[in-house]
């Protein structure tokens, strides 16, 4: 098992920046998968980018070109840059990860998950 503290949250105007990290700690030897998914009051939780352990990556169409996953594997932390945030991009954040077949899931579905991070945009 891996614990995950997610942090950088904060209330923006639309058209800033922010940064989520997420620092993994306990058994952080395997080759995780690990991603951000958000949830938005009243709506399902949506997947957001996902970064495999060969450092490919995967975003949401509602992200691209915005928003970057990057992990610093020296440091057992997982980032995603947020440009140009929107106020549809209002939300907590939830850090995942998960390992082998459970990485072709929905981000939601993983098995380990931080307690989530509020990221709120005004127009």
């Known amino acids: 098992q891996v614990q995950l503290v997610e942090s950088g949250g904060a209330s923006v105007p639309a058209g800033g920046s922010l940064r989520l990290s997420c620092k993994a700690s306990?058994?952080?030897?395997?080759?995780?998968?690990m991603g951000w998914f958000r949830q938005a009051p009243g709506k399902g939780r949506e997947g957001v980018a996902r970064?495999?352990?060969?450092?490919?990556?995967v975003y949401a169409d509602s992200v691209k070109g915005r928003f970057t996953i990057s992990k610093d594997s020296a440091k057992n932390t997982l980032y995603l840059q947020m440009n140009t945030l929107k106020p549809e991009d209002t939300a907590m954040y939830y850090c995942?990860?998960?390992?082998?077949?459970?990485?072709?899931?929905?981000?939601?579905?993983?098995?380990?998950r931080g307690q989530g991070t509020q990221v709120t945009v005004s127009s």
């Open positions: 995942a990860a998960d390992f082998l077949g459970w990485c072709v899931r929905s981000l939601a579905e993983f098995r380990n």
């Open positions: 306990g058994d952080t030897s395997r080759n995780y998968c």
């Open positions: 970064i495999y352990s060969d450092g490919s990556t």
